[in-house]
Protein backbone atom coordinates (compact mmCIF):
# COMPACT_ATOMS: atom_id res chain seq x y z
CA UNK A 1 0.00 0.00 0.00
CA UNK A 2 1.29 3.70 -0.91
CA UNK A 3 0.20 6.45 0.66
CA UNK A 4 0.63 9.81 -0.98
CA UNK A 5 2.94 12.51 0.07
CA UNK A 6 1.99 16.21 1.89
CA UNK A 7 4.09 17.75 -0.14
CA UNK A 8 1.80 19.54 -2.97
CA UNK A 9 1.11 16.85 -5.53
CA UNK A 10 2.92 17.02 -8.69
CA UNK A 11 2.43 14.34 -11.21
CA UNK A 12 5.09 11.06 -10.28
CA UNK A 13 7.60 10.70 -13.08
CA UNK A 14 6.34 8.16 -15.10
CA UNK A 15 8.93 5.84 -15.28
CA UNK A 16 13.17 6.22 -14.40
CA UNK A 17 14.81 7.77 -17.43
CA UNK A 18 17.11 5.11 -18.80
CA UNK A 19 17.51 6.18 -22.67
CA UNK A 20 20.49 8.38 -23.60
CA UNK A 21 20.05 11.42 -26.02
CA UNK A 22 21.93 10.12 -29.42
CA UNK A 23 25.97 10.80 -29.59
CA UNK A 24 26.56 11.73 -25.95
CA UNK A 25 27.61 8.15 -24.93
CA UNK A 26 29.15 9.55 -21.61
CA UNK A 27 26.28 11.87 -20.43
CA UNK A 28 23.35 9.76 -18.01
CA UNK A 29 19.92 9.30 -19.62
CA UNK A 30 18.46 12.08 -20.97
CA UNK A 31 15.33 12.64 -19.06
CA UNK A 32 17.44 12.65 -15.45
CA UNK A 33 18.36 16.47 -15.63
CA UNK A 34 14.48 17.82 -16.44
CA UNK A 35 13.39 15.77 -13.20
CA UNK A 36 16.75 17.22 -11.44
CA UNK A 37 15.52 20.39 -12.88
CA UNK A 38 11.67 20.33 -11.69
CA UNK A 39 12.14 18.75 -8.36
CA UNK A 40 15.85 17.21 -7.18
CA UNK A 41 13.59 14.32 -4.65
CA UNK A 42 10.48 13.43 -6.80
CA UNK A 43 7.69 11.43 -6.54
CA UNK A 44 7.99 8.23 -9.38
CA UNK A 45 5.55 5.40 -10.39
CA UNK A 46 7.64 1.84 -10.13
CA UNK A 47 6.78 -0.71 -12.96
CA UNK A 48 4.73 -2.60 -10.19
CA UNK A 49 2.84 0.30 -9.89
CA UNK A 50 4.43 1.53 -6.78
CA UNK A 51 4.31 5.14 -6.08
CA UNK A 52 7.99 5.95 -4.44
CA UNK A 53 10.62 8.26 -5.13
CA UNK A 54 13.34 9.06 -7.46
CA UNK A 55 16.41 11.19 -6.10
CA UNK A 56 18.31 13.39 -8.89
CA UNK A 57 20.00 16.05 -6.81
CA UNK A 58 23.41 15.82 -5.33
CA UNK A 59 22.22 16.95 -1.84
CA UNK A 60 19.15 14.57 -1.44
CA UNK A 61 20.91 11.11 -3.19
CA UNK A 62 23.51 12.14 -0.10
CA UNK A 63 21.41 12.55 2.21
CA UNK A 64 19.64 9.21 1.47
CA UNK A 65 22.61 7.20 1.65
CA UNK A 66 23.90 8.46 4.48
CA UNK A 67 20.23 8.04 7.02
CA UNK A 68 20.14 4.60 8.48
CA UNK A 69 16.05 4.94 8.12
CA UNK A 70 16.80 3.88 5.03
CA UNK A 71 17.13 -0.15 4.43
CA UNK A 72 19.41 -1.80 1.48
CA UNK A 73 17.53 -5.11 1.90
CA UNK A 74 16.51 -6.19 -1.43
CA UNK A 75 13.31 -7.89 -0.14
CA UNK A 76 11.89 -4.34 1.38
CA UNK A 77 12.53 -2.66 -2.20
CA UNK A 78 10.33 -2.03 -5.20
CA UNK A 79 12.38 -2.54 -8.47
CA UNK A 80 12.89 0.82 -10.58
CA UNK A 81 13.90 -0.45 -13.88
CA UNK A 82 11.34 -1.46 -16.70
CA UNK A 83 10.99 -5.11 -16.46
CA UNK A 84 11.90 -5.64 -13.44
CA UNK A 85 10.25 -8.91 -11.22
CA UNK A 86 6.42 -7.79 -10.10
CA UNK A 87 6.55 -8.47 -6.02
CA UNK A 88 9.66 -8.52 -3.70
CA UNK A 89 12.89 -9.65 -4.79
CA UNK A 90 14.71 -12.23 -2.94
CA UNK A 91 16.79 -11.20 -0.06
CA UNK A 92 20.19 -10.69 -0.41
CA UNK A 93 21.98 -14.19 -1.02
CA UNK A 94 24.60 -14.69 1.62
CA UNK A 95 27.82 -12.50 1.56
CA UNK A 96 26.24 -9.82 -0.24
CA UNK A 97 26.50 -6.66 1.39
CA UNK A 98 25.02 -4.32 -0.50
CA UNK A 99 21.50 -5.98 0.52
CA UNK A 100 22.46 -5.96 4.50
CA UNK A 101 21.49 -3.56 7.20
CA UNK A 102 23.15 -3.04 10.69
CA UNK A 103 24.06 -4.64 12.27
CA UNK A 104 24.49 -8.13 10.12
CA UNK A 105 26.41 -5.68 7.62
CA UNK A 106 28.51 -3.91 10.70
CA UNK A 107 29.79 -7.48 11.03
CA UNK A 108 31.20 -8.06 7.45
CA UNK A 109 32.50 -4.48 6.78
CA UNK A 110 34.65 -4.82 9.95
CA UNK A 111 36.09 -8.03 8.85
CA UNK A 112 36.87 -6.73 5.49
CA UNK A 113 37.31 -3.09 6.29
CA UNK A 114 40.96 -4.04 7.78
CA UNK A 115 42.10 -5.98 4.54
CA UNK A 116 40.96 -2.88 2.71
CA UNK A 117 43.21 -0.05 4.14
CA UNK A 118 44.63 2.54 1.94
CA UNK A 119 48.09 1.61 3.07
CA UNK A 120 47.36 -1.86 1.96
CA UNK A 121 46.08 -1.05 -1.46
CA UNK A 122 49.35 1.29 -1.58
CA UNK A 123 51.18 -1.27 -1.16
CA UNK A 124 50.03 -3.10 -4.13
CA UNK A 125 50.99 -0.19 -6.53
CA UNK A 126 53.60 -1.62 -7.55
CA UNK A 127 52.31 -5.03 -8.52
CA UNK A 128 49.65 -2.91 -10.28
CA UNK A 129 52.56 -1.45 -12.31
CA UNK A 130 54.09 -4.91 -13.29
CA UNK A 131 50.53 -6.05 -14.51
CA UNK A 132 49.54 -2.69 -16.70
CA UNK A 133 53.33 -2.73 -18.14
CA UNK A 134 52.62 -6.39 -19.36
CA UNK A 135 49.19 -5.60 -21.01
CA UNK A 136 50.69 -2.69 -22.46
CA UNK A 137 53.52 -4.80 -24.23
CA UNK A 138 50.56 -7.45 -25.12
CA UNK A 139 48.63 -4.70 -26.56
CA UNK A 140 51.46 -3.43 -28.69
CA UNK A 141 51.65 -6.89 -29.49
CA UNK A 142 48.74 -7.11 -31.00
CA UNK A 143 48.79 -4.52 -33.10
CA UNK A 144 46.71 -1.77 -34.14
CA UNK A 145 43.00 -2.69 -34.26
CA UNK A 146 43.13 -4.26 -30.93
CA UNK A 147 39.58 -4.35 -28.70
CA UNK A 148 40.77 -2.23 -25.32
CA UNK A 149 38.93 -3.80 -23.78
CA UNK A 150 39.51 -7.51 -24.45
CA UNK A 151 42.96 -6.97 -23.98
CA UNK A 152 43.92 -4.15 -21.30
CA UNK A 153 40.24 -3.18 -19.28
CA UNK A 154 39.09 -6.64 -18.27
CA UNK A 155 42.09 -8.66 -17.79
CA UNK A 156 44.13 -6.20 -15.52
CA UNK A 157 41.80 -5.85 -12.46
CA UNK A 158 40.88 -9.47 -12.75
CA UNK A 159 44.25 -10.16 -12.16
CA UNK A 160 44.57 -8.02 -9.59
CA UNK A 161 41.40 -8.76 -7.49
CA UNK A 162 42.31 -12.66 -8.25
CA UNK A 163 45.60 -11.99 -6.94
CA UNK A 164 44.53 -10.01 -3.61
CA UNK A 165 41.55 -12.85 -3.24
CA UNK A 166 43.88 -15.76 -3.87
CA UNK A 167 41.37 -16.74 -6.73
CA UNK A 168 43.54 -18.64 -9.51
CA UNK A 169 43.74 -16.34 -12.69
CA UNK A 170 44.51 -19.38 -14.78
CA UNK A 171 40.32 -20.13 -13.69
CA UNK A 172 38.99 -16.98 -15.50
CA UNK A 173 37.06 -18.96 -17.68
CA UNK A 174 35.45 -20.48 -14.84
CA UNK A 175 34.08 -17.75 -13.12
CA UNK A 176 34.26 -14.89 -15.60
CA UNK A 177 30.86 -15.83 -17.58
CA UNK A 178 28.97 -16.02 -14.45
CA UNK A 179 29.91 -12.85 -13.14
CA UNK A 180 29.19 -11.32 -16.59
CA UNK A 181 25.50 -12.51 -16.46
CA UNK A 182 25.15 -11.67 -12.69
CA UNK A 183 25.45 -8.36 -13.73
CA UNK A 184 23.28 -8.18 -16.76
CA UNK A 185 20.57 -6.25 -16.55
CA UNK A 186 18.54 -8.19 -19.45
CA UNK A 187 19.17 -11.23 -17.73
CA UNK A 188 16.06 -13.00 -16.59
CA UNK A 189 15.92 -13.54 -12.45
CA UNK A 190 16.34 -17.71 -13.12
CA UNK A 191 20.19 -17.04 -15.23
CA UNK A 192 21.44 -14.61 -12.80
CA UNK A 193 20.31 -17.00 -9.76
CA UNK A 194 21.90 -19.71 -11.78
CA UNK A 195 25.22 -18.03 -12.33
CA UNK A 196 25.21 -16.97 -8.67
CA UNK A 197 25.10 -20.74 -8.06
CA UNK A 198 28.19 -21.62 -10.58
CA UNK A 199 29.98 -18.60 -9.48
CA UNK A 200 29.24 -20.28 -5.60
CA UNK A 201 29.71 -23.66 -6.47
CA UNK A 202 33.43 -22.37 -7.65
CA UNK A 203 34.45 -20.79 -4.62
CA UNK A 204 33.03 -23.53 -2.45
CA UNK A 205 36.35 -25.51 -3.77
CA UNK A 206 38.31 -22.69 -2.94
CA UNK A 207 37.07 -22.44 0.06
CA UNK A 208 37.58 -25.99 1.00
CA UNK A 209 40.99 -25.70 -0.01
CA UNK A 210 41.89 -22.59 2.24
CA UNK A 211 40.41 -24.36 5.42
CA UNK A 212 42.81 -26.95 4.47
CA UNK A 213 45.93 -24.73 3.94
CA UNK A 214 45.24 -21.47 4.15
CA UNK A 215 47.64 -19.52 1.61
CA UNK A 216 48.80 -15.55 1.74
CA UNK A 217 46.29 -13.58 0.79
CA UNK A 218 42.90 -12.40 1.71
CA UNK A 219 40.53 -15.78 1.26
CA UNK A 220 43.37 -17.64 3.30
CA UNK A 221 43.35 -14.67 6.30
CA UNK A 222 39.65 -15.02 6.20
CA UNK A 223 39.46 -18.59 6.67
CA UNK A 224 42.57 -18.43 9.58
CA UNK A 225 41.23 -15.85 11.61
CA UNK A 226 37.76 -14.86 11.09
CA UNK A 227 34.41 -16.60 12.73
CA UNK A 228 32.99 -16.66 9.08
CA UNK A 229 30.99 -20.34 8.29
CA UNK A 230 32.27 -21.83 5.00
CA UNK A 231 29.06 -20.51 3.54
CA UNK A 232 30.04 -17.05 4.34
CA UNK A 233 33.33 -17.24 2.91
CA UNK A 234 32.11 -18.31 -0.25
CA UNK A 235 29.34 -15.86 -0.48
CA UNK A 236 31.80 -12.84 0.22
CA UNK A 237 34.57 -14.52 -2.03
CA UNK A 238 31.86 -14.48 -4.75
CA UNK A 239 31.01 -11.08 -4.13
CA UNK A 240 34.27 -9.39 -3.77
CA UNK A 241 34.88 -11.10 -6.92
CA UNK A 242 32.52 -10.07 -8.70
CA UNK A 243 32.12 -6.79 -7.49
CA UNK A 244 36.18 -6.17 -8.53
CA UNK A 245 35.78 -7.52 -11.89
CA UNK A 246 33.34 -5.22 -13.95
CA UNK A 247 33.69 -1.82 -12.08
CA UNK A 248 37.22 -0.98 -12.47
CA UNK A 249 37.30 -2.45 -15.86
CA UNK A 250 34.21 -0.20 -17.43
CA UNK A 251 36.39 2.61 -15.76
CA UNK A 252 39.64 1.64 -17.70
CA UNK A 253 37.33 1.69 -20.94
CA UNK A 254 34.96 4.02 -20.60
CA UNK A 255 37.51 6.43 -19.31
CA UNK A 256 39.53 5.55 -22.07
CA UNK A 257 36.71 6.34 -24.43
CA UNK A 258 36.08 10.07 -23.31
CA UNK A 259 39.49 10.90 -23.13
CA UNK A 260 39.77 10.13 -26.57
CA UNK A 261 36.95 11.70 -27.38
CA UNK A 262 38.62 14.96 -25.51
CA UNK A 263 41.79 14.94 -26.91
CA UNK A 264 42.95 18.09 -25.01
CA UNK A 265 42.21 16.56 -21.87
CA UNK A 266 43.91 13.36 -22.68
CA UNK A 267 47.01 15.75 -23.40
CA UNK A 268 46.79 17.53 -20.36
CA UNK A 269 47.08 14.13 -18.61
CA UNK A 270 50.43 13.55 -20.97
CA UNK A 271 51.75 16.53 -20.34
CA UNK A 272 51.63 16.57 -15.98
CA UNK A 273 51.38 12.74 -14.64
CA UNK A 274 50.73 14.38 -11.33
CA UNK A 275 47.77 15.12 -12.84
CA UNK A 276 46.37 11.67 -12.58
CA UNK A 277 44.62 11.24 -9.06
CA UNK A 278 42.87 14.59 -9.92
CA UNK A 279 42.05 13.02 -13.32
CA UNK A 280 40.49 9.44 -11.91
CA UNK A 281 38.20 11.48 -9.47
CA UNK A 282 36.79 13.62 -12.44
CA UNK A 283 36.39 10.69 -14.74
CA UNK A 284 34.66 8.88 -11.54
CA UNK A 285 32.27 12.03 -11.35
CA UNK A 286 31.67 12.49 -15.03
CA UNK A 287 30.99 8.92 -15.61
CA UNK A 288 30.03 7.31 -12.84
CA UNK A 289 29.40 3.91 -14.21
CA UNK A 290 27.41 2.33 -11.87
CA UNK A 291 24.65 4.53 -11.75
CA UNK A 292 21.92 3.70 -9.77
CA UNK A 293 20.86 2.95 -6.01
CA UNK A 294 17.88 1.66 -4.26
CA UNK A 295 17.04 2.09 -0.71
CA UNK A 296 13.68 1.92 1.07
CA UNK A 297 12.38 3.72 4.07
CA UNK A 298 11.86 1.50 7.70
CA UNK A 299 10.17 5.01 9.25
CA UNK A 300 8.57 8.08 7.80
CA UNK A 301 11.19 10.79 7.17
CA UNK A 302 11.22 14.10 6.02
CA UNK A 303 13.88 15.06 3.59
CA UNK A 304 14.36 18.40 1.82
CA UNK A 305 10.46 19.37 2.63
CA UNK A 306 8.65 16.16 1.13
CA UNK A 307 7.62 13.64 3.67
CA UNK A 308 8.94 9.78 2.34
CA UNK A 309 6.61 7.00 4.37
CA UNK A 310 8.11 4.15 5.90
CA UNK A 311 7.48 1.54 3.27
CA UNK A 312 8.20 3.65 0.04
CA UNK A 313 10.96 2.79 -2.31
CA UNK A 314 13.75 5.58 -3.39
CA UNK A 315 15.93 5.39 -6.22
CA UNK A 316 19.30 6.94 -5.85
CA UNK A 317 20.38 8.15 -9.95
CA UNK A 318 23.85 9.00 -8.78
CA UNK A 319 24.49 9.89 -12.10
CA UNK A 320 22.68 12.59 -12.09
CA UNK A 321 23.55 14.01 -8.40
CA UNK A 322 27.15 13.47 -9.99
CA UNK A 323 26.42 16.64 -12.79
CA UNK A 324 23.92 18.46 -10.11
CA UNK A 325 24.96 21.94 -11.30
CA UNK A 326 24.48 23.25 -7.73
CA UNK A 327 27.13 20.82 -6.65
CA UNK A 328 29.61 21.19 -9.66
CA UNK A 329 30.29 24.03 -12.00
CA UNK A 330 29.20 23.27 -15.51
CA UNK A 331 28.37 19.65 -14.47
CA UNK A 332 28.81 18.40 -18.31
CA UNK A 333 32.02 19.31 -18.48
CA UNK A 334 35.26 17.14 -18.68
CA UNK A 335 37.86 18.92 -16.51
CA UNK A 336 40.67 16.74 -15.34
CA UNK A 337 41.55 19.79 -13.46
CA UNK A 338 38.70 20.15 -11.26
CA UNK A 339 38.36 19.22 -7.98
CA UNK A 340 35.59 16.61 -8.19
CA UNK A 341 36.08 15.61 -4.60
CA UNK A 342 32.42 14.49 -3.09
CA UNK A 343 31.36 13.21 -6.19
CA UNK A 344 29.26 10.12 -5.45
CA UNK A 345 30.32 7.09 -8.02
CA UNK A 346 31.52 5.32 -5.00
CA UNK A 347 28.40 5.49 -3.42
CA UNK A 348 28.41 7.15 0.52
CA UNK A 349 27.43 6.05 3.78
CA UNK A 350 27.80 2.59 5.57
CA UNK A 351 27.74 0.99 2.09
CA UNK A 352 30.37 2.92 0.27
CA UNK A 353 32.57 1.40 -2.00
CA UNK A 354 35.03 -1.24 -0.05
CA UNK A 355 37.32 -1.45 -2.99
CA UNK A 356 37.46 2.40 -3.80
CA UNK A 357 41.18 2.63 -3.00
CA UNK A 358 42.01 -0.14 -4.91
CA UNK A 359 40.34 0.86 -8.41
CA UNK A 360 41.96 4.27 -7.49
CA UNK A 361 45.44 2.97 -7.39
CA UNK A 362 44.20 0.72 -10.64
CA UNK A 363 42.82 3.65 -12.40
CA UNK A 364 45.62 6.25 -11.44
CA UNK A 365 48.40 3.80 -13.12
CA UNK A 366 46.08 2.59 -15.99
CA UNK A 367 45.18 5.29 -18.04
CA UNK A 368 48.48 7.68 -17.86
CA UNK A 369 50.34 4.66 -18.37
CA UNK A 370 48.02 3.95 -22.01
CA UNK A 371 48.33 7.41 -22.51
CA UNK A 372 51.88 7.93 -22.55
CA UNK A 373 52.78 4.46 -24.45
CA UNK A 374 50.71 5.15 -27.28
CA UNK A 375 50.77 9.01 -27.90
CA UNK A 376 48.77 8.89 -30.70
CA UNK A 377 45.89 6.14 -29.72
CA UNK A 378 42.79 7.05 -31.30
CA UNK A 379 39.54 4.81 -32.45
CA UNK A 380 39.75 2.62 -34.76
CA UNK A 381 35.46 2.91 -35.67
CA UNK A 382 33.88 5.84 -35.99
CA UNK A 383 32.91 6.56 -32.45
CA UNK A 384 28.79 6.13 -33.40
CA UNK A 385 30.31 2.27 -34.04
CA UNK A 386 31.20 1.66 -30.02
CA UNK A 387 28.71 -0.55 -28.66
CA UNK A 388 27.12 0.78 -25.11
CA UNK A 389 26.25 -1.19 -22.56
CA UNK A 390 23.51 -0.08 -21.83
CA UNK A 391 21.77 -3.34 -21.40
CA UNK A 392 24.24 -4.20 -18.07
CA UNK A 393 24.20 -2.98 -14.10
CA UNK A 394 27.48 -1.42 -14.62
CA UNK A 395 27.52 1.16 -17.99
CA UNK A 396 30.41 1.34 -19.79
CA UNK A 397 31.58 -0.06 -23.78
CA UNK A 398 31.56 -3.39 -24.67
CA UNK A 399 33.96 -2.85 -27.01
CA UNK A 400 36.69 -0.60 -27.65
CA UNK A 401 38.78 -1.20 -30.80
CA UNK A 402 41.96 1.18 -30.93
CA UNK A 403 44.54 1.78 -33.19
CA UNK A 404 48.03 4.01 -33.27
CA UNK A 405 51.24 3.99 -35.82
CA UNK A 406 53.44 1.53 -35.57
CA UNK A 407 56.70 2.41 -34.67
C1 LIG B 1 30.02 -0.94 -3.05
C2 LIG B 1 31.11 1.50 -7.11
C3 LIG B 1 35.29 -0.99 -7.52
C4 LIG B 1 33.93 -3.78 -3.82
C5 LIG B 1 29.99 -0.04 -4.09
C6 LIG B 1 28.97 0.98 -4.26
C7 LIG B 1 29.28 1.65 -5.41
C8 LIG B 1 30.49 1.07 -5.96
C9 LIG B 1 28.47 2.80 -6.03
C10 LIG B 1 27.81 1.26 -3.31
C11 LIG B 1 26.63 0.37 -3.54
C12 LIG B 1 25.43 0.74 -2.66
O1 LIG B 1 25.47 1.69 -1.87
O2 LIG B 1 24.41 0.05 -2.78
C13 LIG B 1 32.34 1.05 -7.56
C14 LIG B 1 33.07 1.60 -8.69
C15 LIG B 1 34.25 0.90 -8.79
C16 LIG B 1 34.26 -0.10 -7.74
C17 LIG B 1 32.57 2.74 -9.57
C18 LIG B 1 35.38 1.05 -9.79
C19 LIG B 1 35.75 2.15 -10.33
C20 LIG B 1 35.28 -1.95 -6.56
C21 LIG B 1 36.35 -2.91 -6.37
C22 LIG B 1 35.98 -3.71 -5.34
C23 LIG B 1 34.66 -3.25 -4.87
C24 LIG B 1 37.66 -2.99 -7.16
C25 LIG B 1 36.84 -4.83 -4.82
C26 LIG B 1 36.54 -5.83 -4.22
C27 LIG B 1 32.77 -3.24 -3.30
C28 LIG B 1 32.07 -3.80 -2.15
C29 LIG B 1 30.93 -2.99 -1.94
C30 LIG B 1 30.97 -1.94 -2.96
C31 LIG B 1 32.48 -5.00 -1.34
C32 LIG B 1 29.86 -3.16 -0.86
C33 LIG B 1 30.22 -2.37 0.36
C34 LIG B 1 29.15 -2.43 1.42
O3 LIG B 1 27.99 -2.76 1.14
O4 LIG B 1 29.50 -2.14 2.57
N1 LIG B 1 30.92 0.05 -5.12
N2 LIG B 1 33.08 0.02 -7.02
N3 LIG B 1 34.28 -2.18 -5.64
N4 LIG B 1 32.08 -2.13 -3.76
FE1 LIG B 1 32.64 -1.01 -5.33
Redesign the pocket.
Known sequence: RTTPATTPATQPVAELPTRRAPGCPFDPPAGLAPVRERSPLARMTYPDGHVGWLATGHSAVRAV?GDPRFS?RYELVHHPLPGAPEGPLDPAPVGD??G?DAPE?TR??RL?AGK?TVRRMRQLENRVREIVAEHLDALERRGPGTDLVDAYAKPI?AL??CE??GVPYADRERFQDHAHTIMSAEETPENRYAAMVGLQRYMGELVAAQRAEPTDDLLGDLARDSDLSDEELVGIGA???A??LD??A??IAHGTFALLSHPAQADALRADPDLAPQAVEEL?RYL???AT??RSAREDVELEGHLIRAGETVTLS?DAANRDPLRFPDPDVLDLRRKATGH?????????????Q???V??AIALPALFTRFPDLRLAVPAEEIPLRTDMN?YGVHRLPVTWNEA
Open positions: LSMTMHYRLFPVILLFLLAGTTNMLTVAGVLLAFGHGIHQCLGQLARELI
